[in-house]
Nanobody
Framework: QVQLVESGGGLVQAGGSLKLSCAAS????????MGWYRQAPGKQRELVAV???????TYVDSVKGRFTISRDNAKKTVYLQMNTLKPEDTAVYYC??????????WGQGTQVTVSS
């Protein structure tokens, strides 16, 4: 059984930083992408950043230059360094891992709250 455990969320003032972590465990083979999504109240879940097995990355425009996604393949862990946080970054952040069969696995979510 695959499990994704997220950590690092919390409350921070605008301009501050947080680092999210997501560790995958269980029988998950052939990971092709690891990413972060977020969902704010009343809004649809959106992609924030994704990193592929090749090392290439993609970011939503609103976080470019502020957020950095990275991964540790040996630990099956993906990170999201979030700097210069804004109140509009407030959301529940979800980790998603996709394997070579295209099967997605989701974490339980971690709350990030940015106060103004």
């Amino acid at each position: 059984q695959v499990q994704l455990v997220e950590s690092g969320g919390g409350l921070v003032q605008a301009g501050g930083s947080l680092k999210l972590s997501c560790a995958a465990s269980g029988s998950i083979f052939g990971i092709i992408s690891m990413g972060w999504y977020r969902q704010a109240p009343g809004k649809q879940r959106e992609l924030v950043a994704v990193i592929f097995s090749s090392g290439s990355t993609t970011y939503v425009d609103s976080v470019k230059g502020r957020f950095t996604i990275s991964r540790d393949n040996a630990k099956k862990t993906v990170y999201l360094q979030m700097n210069t946080l804004k109140p509009e970054d407030t959301a529940v952040y979800y980790c998603r891992v996709t394997n070579s069969l295209g099967s997605p696995y989701w974490g339980q979510g971690t709350q990030v709250t940015v106060s103004s």
